[in-house]
């Protein structure tokens, strides 16, 4: 029997599908945090590439690489000194090229981190607009303005940057440069054609050398419009999100990726790209995930919602509605590298819709860390989790997740690596910066860093890591990691990508009552959560896979209890 090509493939979505990304299980890797080959202390891309058959193992579609490019790590790398490199520290061109090889062999796809808002400080440009002249070339590649006051000592405008501390910093010839986030994060002039060319060639470079896609950063800020009088901070803030905001998602921002979606379908499958978009308005995002634009955006709305019914349906329903507008599937996210693990979230009060600021209070959701209910929330990420998983469109899956791990709450403020911590993050607000969600992750229970590395690991590993480690959870059938195995092991099964024909959802209303959200999916699938902490009676069906152990009552029928999901086959 000779086998067809897509027979052949390793990939679970044929490989020439031009769609294999709509419905795509995404692992993210925060590279200097996963595994650390050579001993150092700080991951690498060797160490990626040992740790490939667990990925293999875990069932996931495509890794997204957090940046690895050379940086002075002002901001874990955000900070890019070169796009077109590896981080000495992390791995060389080659290794690069050695990982993208054996991960497509592993039918695993691969995505980078594009930083296009802003540069390093040490980025070469930079260092020649400091070299140069006022008004010069040089320096028209990123935003300098003169300052106010008689002798320019004064800021062109009182804006802070993400982190705190101030937007606007002076060099030595008294002129100002705007930096949205850290001083040592100059923000880019898109006004500039040498710009966009240059982001071309970086995205010609890594597609060129196999990358299938790429993720975003900040992808709503390129385009700035800022008149000769720069308004306040405050009147920027009281500024409508509309297109015509100076700073933020401005209609031409778009004009910018209708560049790069031509650069995208120069490729065979076209590369695919998703939009990191901190927009409040779903509509606005979704202009960022049509099909000419960059095809996908990033919905954060769970980030940001507490484990409970209504509040999840109501984010499950807006963004199936955003999936019509803009043609794309859905993206669903419980974590990332700049939030607090979803375990120790829904371990915390309710935030009962107050608003979780990006940058400061988001870190432990402002919630002491001795308020943390531990094992509730594991409980609730799993449940959580498989709930996200059974949705159409993609999950994007964060390093460490797969473990239930929490937060790193046992960081010493000497410890501690995050620009938000140390620019006002601790003072203004109660946070603790990213640190937390960033530290190596356990492989083992036992020896130097647990297993990350020969040395120790860059940031401060705590002693509950050894329980939640790969080793640990490997062992023990009712771990996390099991589940997330089973789970995207069943979800592979079910969901075969091929097209929007697929990504369909239908609530099942009698069976979503109070705490309880129930939908169907194709192939008589049937998810159904328990928010709440009462046991609930359990349909009938073929028991796919739970988050927990299930109960039942006197007369054995089969409960569901509270902040479980479970995935039924009904046929
Ligand atoms: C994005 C990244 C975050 C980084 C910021 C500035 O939000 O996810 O980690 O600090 O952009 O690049
Ligand atoms: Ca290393």
Redesign the pocket.
Known sequence: MTLTQAEQSPFRIPADSPDWWRQAVVYQIYPRSFADANGDGIGDLAGIISRIDYLKELGVDAVWLSPFYPSELA??G?DVADYRNVDPRIGTLDEFDEMSTKLHEAGIRLIVDI?P??SSDQHPWFKEALASEKGSPARDRYIFRDGLGEHGEIPPADWKGSFGGAAWTRVPDGQWYLHS?AIE?PDWNWSNPEIHADFLKTLRFWADRGVDGFRI??ANSLAKDLPEVLPSAAELAAMPIDGTHPTIDRDEVQDIYAEWREVFNEYDPPRTAVA?AWLDDPARRARYARPESLGQAFNFDLLTADFDAAQFRRVVSTNLEQQELSGSSSTWVLSN??VTRHATRYGLAPLNGRKVKQGAEWMLAGAPADQLDRDLGVRRARAATLFVLALPGSAYLYQGEELGLHEVTEIGDDQRQDPAFFHGGRQDYDGLGRDGCRVPIPWTSEGPSFGFGAAGAHLPQPAWFAADSVAAEEADPDSTLSMYRKALAVRADLVTGDGQAAESLEWDDALSQGDVLAFRRPGGWLCLTNFGAEAVALPTGELLVASGHLAADEDGQQLLPGATTAWLRQD
């Open positions: 901001d874990g955000y930083v808002n802003h986030f994060q950063d900040v990191e590298h700049d």
